[in-house]
Structures are given as structure tokens and as C-alpha cells.
């Protein structure tokens, strides 16, 4: 069954009154939901709020929800504002960026030490870019969205996000160059 076909089946099921339904649409889409608006906000508790207030904000217009669209883009979309909203909100703080765990086996290798400090380098380079920049990397390279549904989930031309994902990548090339100096040459 297509992923869309059961977010239909669990929104008819909700419709109809059933919570364990909506409890099983915020447990496949919660992951996603906290990864845009982290990315947005680089602030964790601030992203899970976000998150939470996007879910709520669905819930309220699932009545409205079109069923011949598509969900994943309608939420997201969703998600995608309550983040900037957080963000237009947000103070700027002088704090060092929030690094991501990430979940590797405990080895010494050379291979995993090699592999961490590039991740590691890449979100602090993000964190570097605008919120815009970061949410094009994201939705387009880690969420593997289209650039169709980008352009749904932010509301610009598909153009328009080929564009601005062309320009964030860019900038973050530059940003890595300035950080990493000679270690990266050739990036972009």
C-alpha cells in the first residue's frame, strides 16, 4: 500500500472520531517533523515545540485536507511555517550550535572518526547559513523531496526553489571552504 493511501485511511479514521489513528499519523511523520523545524531553528526544544504546534494546527484543518493531494506535502507545509513563525519569534542567542548525536557503532576506526568530523563540519556550516538555505539542503538532500514539492511545501516556483537550492549550495561550499581552508578544493 502507498504511503499516501494509508495517511488517507488514518485522516478517514480520525475524522471519524478514532485517536489511536491520530496517534499513528504523528508517529509516522514526527521524525520528519522535528528534522524541518530543527533545521529551521537549530534549537531542539524550540523545534519540538514547533513540531507539536504543527500536528496541532493539521489536526485542526484535517477537514479541510484535500484527500486527492498528497499529505506528506500538505503537513510539511504546515511545519514549514509554524518553524518560521517559531524562528521570526526567536531571540538570537550567542550559544554554539546544538550538534545532532549521531548513532554509530563504538569503533575507533579510522573509516567512523573520518565520517563523524564531516558530519560535524557540515552542521556547523549550516548552522552558519540562513534558515532558507538550510531548509533547501534539507527538504531537498536529506528529506529526498522533489523540487515540485518543495515548491508545494514552501509555496514558491519549483524555478524559484531550483534557484535557491543552486544558491545554498553555494554558500555552503563557501562556508566549508572558509572553514576547512585547504583540506577542500574542490567542493563546488
Known amino acids: 500500500m502507498n504511503e499516501n493511501l494509508k495517511d488517507i485511511q488514518l485522516i478517514e479514521r480520525i475524522l471519524a472520531g478514532d485517536a489511536s ?3 499513528a499519523l504523528v508517529q509516522r511523520h514526527k521524525d520528519f517533523a522535528f528534522t524541518v523545524a530543527y533545521r529551521i531553528l537549530n534549537h531542539r526544544e524550540e523545534a519540538e515545540e514547533a513540531a507539536q504546534d504543527a500536528f496541532i494546527q493539521a489536526f485542526g484543518a484535517l477537514k479541510e485536507f484535500n484527500q486527492t493531494a498528497k ?7 504546515i511545519v514549514f511555517n509554524a518553524a518560521l513563525g517559531a524562528k521570526r519569534r526567536q531571540k538570537p542567542t550567542e550559544s554554539i550550535t546544538e550538534v545532532k548525536a549521531i548513532d554509530y557503532a563504538v569503533t575507533d576506526t579510522s573509516h ?4 563523524k568530523e564531516r558530519i560535524k563540519n557540515i552542521q556547523q556550516a549550516l548552522a552558519q547559513l540562513s534558515a532558507d538555505d ?8 536529506l528529506q529526498e523531496q522533489s523540487l515540485e514539492e518543495i515548491a508545494e511545501i514552501t509555496g514558491i516556483s519549483a524555478e524559484t526553489v531550483k534557484v535557491k537550492l543552486h544558491r545554498a549550495r553555494k554558500r555552503l561550499a563557501d562556508t566549508l571552504r572558509k572553514q576547512l581552508g585547504e583540506e577542500v578544493k574542490n567542493l563546488y
Open 134 to 141: 538550510v531548509t533547501m539542503i534539507t527538504l531537498f538532500y
Open 21 to 23: 489513528a491520530y496517534r
Open 112 to 115: 567512523n572518526l573520518h565520517k
Open 71 to 77: 499529505f506528506t506535502t500538505w503537513f510539511y507545509r
